[in-house]
């Protein structure tokens, strides 16, 4: 589980710093090595929002 916490943590930490790319492929990470985490729903739901902040990242950059 140290391992696992320790991936929620760098991907919040990049979430944090506006690198969603980051946070997206940590969160993936996380689903494919440990999909019946105890931090798997936490990490699908952030993994959401973070996508969502790449998407809206992409077509504000598209419109400048």
């Keep these: 589980v140290g391992a696992q916490k320790r991936l929620i943590e760098v991907a919040a930490k990049a979430g944090a710093a506006r690198q969603p790319e980051a946070a997206v492929r940590l969160y993936r990470t996380l689903l494919a090595k ?7 729903q936490f990490a699908r ?6 996508e969502r902040r790449l998407v ?3 077509d504000t950059s598209d419109r400048g």
């Design 34 to 40: 440990y999909p019946d985490s105890p931090f798997a």
């Design 45 to 50: 739901e952030n993994m959401k929002l973070e």
């Design 56 to 58: 809206t990242a992409r």
